[in-house]
């Protein structure tokens, strides 16, 4: 099935243009808007997989106004240094925000993955989105806990490849463009031996600690192998530096972190409704991460949350896998329609 979109820009409070992809659909969407926020070096299209049945596609069955934003991270939009604070400050709430003006609903829902998620959900508890009433969030959001080894990677390995690059992409593995390039598709060479894709093995290299990293191999058709080589792009080797600061404090802190604030030190300012996914074999971020987001609202309002372990999957399949449209997307659904 071919997806039409319009493409819709929004400036961000600090005036870069970033942009939503409108789901063109036939008919009226009875059930409202939801948004889809992609994670890091990547871009919305990310969840418009060439899988049986996406979850674009599923949500527009089930009578959603699908909407898709590209934030600052976005491969779509130009290259720039970025942390979680500059896109939970200004850009979803923008995004937020230019949705209900174009179609006049007060209240809306939300799917939010890794980075995506990390930085919307800074946004939800400092009270920046109160029209986002039901938020799906997958892999990690407020506690990130990561492998031994990628804790080695945060603090061993980054220090030196910053020395070499302010970027990383796994792009490269298609092409090397420049000595730097060829430099680390020989690394990547060297360390990876996964029967993936070479974008696929730089994609493990650049995220987490499996090989692969951020899916189960057994989980992706063939297809989806060959189209998601063209969905990864640069990362910025500053945003980890914020990420290593919140794996070693378990919860997220701003990127100046000199004053020991975290963004669950207090209660968050929101009504909304939390659901979140863990995927059993996520090597990128364990699914504690989303058990201790979970036990973290639970406390403050118990039994209102909900928190799913999804056996089999790992991070990025959980939207991409083969059978997702039977094994994920109907628990999706039920939490929306809850």
């Known amino acids: 099935m071919s997806l039409n979109f319009e493409t819709i820009d929004f400036i961000t409070a600090d005036g870069i243009t970033c942009n939503l992809k409108h789901l063109i659909q036939k008919g009226s969407s009875p059930k409202g808007p939801v948004l889809l926020v992609h994670g890091a070096g990547v871009r919305a299209n990310i969840f418009n997989a060439p899988t049986q049945k996406n979850i674009i596609e599923v949500l527009a069955e089930d ?5 898709l934003e590209n934030w600052r991270a976005s491969i779509d939009l130009k290259p720039r240094p970025w942390n979680l604070d500059e896109a939970a400050l200004n850009d979803h709430p923008a995004a937020v925000r230019k949705i209900v003006e174009l179609t006049g609903c007060q209240e809306m829902k939300a799917i939010i993955h890794c980075q995506g998620s990390t930085s919307f959900m800074i946004s939800a508890v400092l009270g920046l989105v109160p029209q986002v009433k039901t938020i799906i969030s997958n892999a990690v959001s407020l506690h990130p806990v990561v492998p031994n080894f990628s804790v080695f990677k945060l603090n061993v ?8 690059t302010d970027d990383l992409n796994p792009a490269w593995g298609l092409k090397a ?6 430099l680390f598709r020989l690394l990547v060479r060297l360390t990876h031996w996964e029967k993936d894709t070479f974008v696929g093995k730089f994609v493990s290299f650049t995220y987490g600690a499996g090989f692969p990293a951020l899916w189960r191999l057994e989980n992706l058709d063939r297809k989806t192998m060959d189209w998601i ?4 792009a640069s990362v910025p080797t500053k945003f980890f530096d914020q990420i290593r600061k919140c794996v070693h404090r378990g919860v997220l802190v701003p990127a100046d972190s000199a004053s020991g604030k975290t963004y669950a030190d207090e209660e968050p300012k929101t009504d909304a ?3 979140f996914f863990g995927g059993e074999y996520n090597l990128c971020f364990k699914p504690q991460s989303q058990a201790n987001s ?4 639970n406390q403050i309002t118990p039994g209102r949350h909900k928190f799913y372990l999804i056996k089999g999957y790992s991070h990025l399949d959980i939207f991409l896998g083969k059978n997702a449209h039977e094994d994920i997307f109907p628990l999706m659904l039920k939490e929306l329609n809850t």
């Not at 390995?157 to 070499?164: E, Y």
């Open 63 to 67: 009578g959603y106004d699908v909407w």
């Open 273 to 275: 409704r939390f659901i």
């Open 177 to 182: 463009i420049d000595l730097k390039s060829r």
């Open 294 to 297: 979970f036990n973290y609202f």
């Open 229 to 232: 080589q063209y969905e990864f």
């Open 157 to 164: 390995i980054l220090p030196v490849v910053k020395l070499i």
